[in-house]
């Protein structure tokens, strides 16, 4: 929706100048702070929602993409079938014991496996290489053994139940942010500068930190207002043109 984009380093570079840094002693530290401030906003302003999928090496604790921010779907890649581990929550699961769940996963693996359940894991990458839709078959077992997700810290943990030698499949929502953005809407740049000064002032001055996060607050909200505007006319303009006459 945005006609014009400024660069973080720029917004980085003027909120030194605020602190009285010439020499752009705190840029890469302001930098970082304006990095988790634009993902947060674009989370809840943009109106867009983006599925990724990693293929990931096995291993015991795996560190997931940077743009994770939850899993929509896990699966276990292994001897050339996808079998799955756990689907989005608007899917109903199946109910299993842990030792169903494990002959249902071998079944999968060893190519047995006589189920119809089939489920597209979409935007599939190994690494850099895109390869598409992949499709896992199952409908899901108990987590108890297979992985734990820790959000906060980016890691899944493989549980002794997974093959060693199989790859873990990870659909998540992306953020569309961590990796690498360098420019944002000029709307978002206010509201970012103080977010990042609330952040810069934390541990130094909890009163400036205070100020700062209220001003954010006012102008998130602010380019949330606008941005929600622009959305209802948007979606008003699509449904007006649904209902024109000249639209056979």
């Not at 530290?29 to 304006?34: A, C, F, Q, S, V």
């Not at 990724?52 to 050339?80: C, H, M, R, W």
């Not at 906060?152 to 942010?177: H, M, R, T």
Request: hydrophobic letters at 35%; one cysteine or more.
């Amino acid at each position: 929706m945005a006609k014009a984009l400024v660069s973080l380093d720029t917004i980085s570079l003027d909120i030194c100048a605020d602190l009285g840094d010439s020499v752009g002693k705190y840029r890469f530290t302001l930098l970082r702070k304006l990095l988790e401030g634009w993902r947060d906003m674009h989370l809840y302003v943009d109106q867009d929602f983006s599925v990724k999928t990693a293929i990931l090496e096995y291993n015991n604790a795996i560190n997931l993409p940077s743009d994770f921010v939850y899993e929509t779907k896990v699966g276990i890649l292994y001897q050339g079938y996808l079998a799955v581990l756990s689907l989005d929550r608007n899917v109903q699961k199946q109910t299993l014991s842990q030792q169903a769940s494990e002959d249902c996963l071998n079944d999968i693996w060893c190519g047995t496996y006589s189920g119809d359940w089939c489920y597209p894991f979409y935007n599939c990458y190994r690494g850099s290489e895109f390869l598409g839709e992949m499709y896992g078959l199952g409908r899901g077992v108990p987590q108890a053994g297979f992985y734990n997700i820790d959000k906060k810290d980016g890691v899944i943990y493989i549980g002794s139940l997974v093959p060693e030698g199989g790859e873990v499949v990870v659909e998540y929502k992306s953020d569309g942010v961590s990796e690498g953005i360098k420019l944002v809407p000029t709307e978002m740049a206010m509201a970012l500068k103080y977010f990042a000064k609330s952040e810069f002032y934390a541990d130094k001055n909890p009163t400036q930190s205070q100020i700062n996060r209220n001003n954010y607050e006012r102008e998130y909200n602010k380019v949330k207002r606008l941005y929600n505007f622009q959305t209802a006319l948007y979606m008003s303009q699509k449904i007006n043109e649904s209902f024109s006459p000249t639209n056979y």
